[in-house]
C-alpha cells in the first residue's frame, strides 16, 4: 500500500521512549537514534490506517491516542517444549547482552522487507521479547511455546526473533494473553536459512476490550520451508500483517489463516508473498467468517520479480457472511513481473447455503446445529495447519463459541 505523510502533531509515544532511554537493557537491543528514528517513520506513515471501507467505524488515531496514556510494560516472554541439543531460548535483551550465536546476523533483516507504521511503533518502542536459535541440523521434535502476558491497562510491544540454521527443523507458537483491555504491537521476525523447515504458529484471543498490531515478517533462503499458521479471534480491533520474502531458489512458503470478528469486533488481515528468486512455492489460504456487526477486511498480495521464471503461487480467500450486518471486504492481488510462472488466485465472499442448511435438517438435524456443522467445516481446511491436535481442538471450541453467539 501507498505511503503518505501525516499533518505535523505532537507525537503522543515520544513520552514512552524518553523512559525507554533510561533503561540500559533496552538500548542494548536498540541504540536510542535507532529507535527514535523508528518513531519518527511510525508518526509519518499512514499505511494501514486509512478505514477499510464505509463499514470500518474505528478511529485509529483515537485508539492509538488512548493507548499513549497507558503504562508501557516490558514484554516478558515465557518458554515451555522444545528440547533438543545446542536449541537456544533467552528473552531477547539477555540475548543481546550475551552475544548469543546468531543473534546480531540476523535481527532486522526480516522486517526489512516489511516496513509498515506499527512494525515502526514496535521498533521504537520494544522492551523484551524473545529469542529463538535452532542449530543446523537439529530436528526440535516437540513445539516450542512462546507466551507473552500482559497486565491490565498496559502497553507492551513484543519483539521475536527466530533465526533457522541450515537443514534444521522446528515448531513454534506464539500467543498472547491477558486479563482485560491491552494495547500490543508485535513483532515476529523468522530467518529460515538453506534447507531449514519451520512452522510458525501464531494464535490471538485477547479480551475483546483490546488491540493488537502485528507484524510477522520472515525471510527464506535456498531450500527453505516455512508455514505460518494464524488464528486471529480476539481483541475489539486486529490488524496483522504477515509477510514471506523468499530470497533462495528452491523455497516455499505457505500462510495459512483464519479471522472470525462477531459483535462489533474489527480485523484487519494482510499477506504477501514477495518471489525475489526463481523456482520458489508460494500458497496462502484464508477462510474468515463475521456475524453480529463484525467487520474485516482482507488484503492478499503475490508479487513475483522479473526473471524469476519458474516460480509456482496461488492464493484462495473465503469469506463466510452470518449475520445481514456483518461485512468482509476481500482484495486478492497479483504482481507478476516474470514469464513463465504459474500464478492463481481466488476470492469467496456468501452467506450459508439454505439448500445445504434444508437437506441437513431432512436428516434429523435442527436448523441451528446444522448451521454450526456447516461452518465449523468450513474452517477445517485451515485448522489442519495448525500443528497439535491439542491446539486444533482449542480452535474448534473458539469458533464454535462464536457460531452461538450469532
Not at 471501507?53 to 492509538?64: M, P, S
Not at 510494560?73 to 547482552?97: M, Q, W
Not at 468482509?328 to 442448511?357: M, Q, R
Not at 465449523?376 to 495448525?386: K, Q, R, S, T
Request: proline residues 3%; charged residues 25%; contains cysteine.
Amino acid at each position: 500500500m501507498s505511503e503518505t505523510l501525516l499533518d505535523t502533531k505532537p507525537l503522543a509515544w515520544q513520552p514512552a521512549l524518553e523512559t525507554i532511554a533510561t533503561s540500559e537493557a533496552a538500548l542494548r537491543v536498540s541504540s536510542l537514534d535507532t529507535r527514535a528514528s523508528a518513531l519518527e517513520r511510525y508518526r509519518i506513515t499512514t499505511a494501514n490506517r486509512e478505514r477499510p471501507g464505509r463499514y470500518w467505524k474505528i478511529d485509529l488515531d483515537q485508539i492509538e491516542s488512548q493507548a499513549a496514556e497507558r503504562a508501557v510494560d516490558v514484554a516478558h516472554a515465557e518458554f515451555s517444549g522444545g528440547n533438543a541439543r545446542g536449541l537456544i531460548l533467552r528473552d531477547l535483551e539477555s540475548a543481546t547482552r550475551d552475544n548469543a550465536a546468531g543473534f546480531q546476523s540476523a535481527f532486522g533483516r526480516a522486517i526489512a522487507h516489511a516496513p509498515g507504521k506499527y512494525a515502526a511503533l514496535t521498533q521504537a518502542l520494544q522492551r523484551g521479547g524473545a529469542f529463538v536459535h535452532v542449530p543446523a541440523d537439529v530436528c526440535v521434535d516437540e513445539p516450542i511455546v512462546i507466551t507473552y502476558r500482559a497486565s491490565r491497562d498496559t502497553a507492551i510491544f513484543p519483539y521475536t526473533l527466530i533465526v533457522a540454521d541450515q537443514g534444521c527443523s522446528a515448531t513454534i507458537i506464539e500467543r498472547y494473553e491477558s486479563d482485560a483491555n491491552v494495547f500490543i504491537a508485535g513483532i515476529t521476525e523468522v530467518v529460515a536459512r538453506d534447507s531449514s523447515s519451520i512452522t510458525h504458529t501464531a494464535v490471538q484471543r485477547l479480551p475483546e476490550d483490546s488491540t493488537v498490531f502485528s507484524t510477522r515478517a520472515a525471510l527464506l533462503e535456498r531450500s527453505a520451508r516455512l508455514s505460518w499458521a494464524v488464528a486471529d479471534l480476539g481483541a475489539h480491533v486486529s490488524s496483522t500483517t504477515v509477510f514471506s520474502a523468499i530470497e533462495g531458489t528452491g523455497a516455499d512458503s505457505h500462510i495459512a489463516a483464519l479471522f472470525f470478528p462477531h459483535a462489533d469486533q474489527h480485523v484487519d488481515f494482510i499477506t504477501t508473498t514477495d518471489h525475489l528468486a526463481g523456482e520458489s512455492v508460494s500458497r496462502t489460504l484464508i477462510k474468515s467468517a463475521a456475524s453480529g456487526d463484525g467487520q474485516a477486511r482482507y488484503l492478499g498480495n503475490i508479487r513475483i520479480a522479473a526473471t524469476m521464471h519458474g516460480c509456482d503461487a496461488s492464493l484462495k480467500d473465503d469469506a463466510l457472511l452470518l449475520s445481514p450486518r456483518a461485512h468482509i471486504d476481500s482484495v486478492p492481488a497479483l504482481e507478476i513481473a516474470a514469464n513463465d510462472v504459474k500464478a492463481f488466485h481466488g476470492a469467496t465472499v456468501g452467506a450459508l447455503d439454505d439448500e445445504t442448511i434444508f437437506y441437513m435438517t431432512t436428516r434429523g438435524l435442527e436448523r441451528q446445529e446444522a448451521e454450526r456443522m456447516i461452518t465449523l467445516g468450513f474452517f477445517e481446511p485451515v485448522l489442519e495447519y495448525f500443528p497439535t491436535n491439542a491446539l486444533r481442538e482449542e480452535l474448534r471450541q473458539e469458533l464454535a463459541r462464536k457460531i452461538a453467539s450469532a
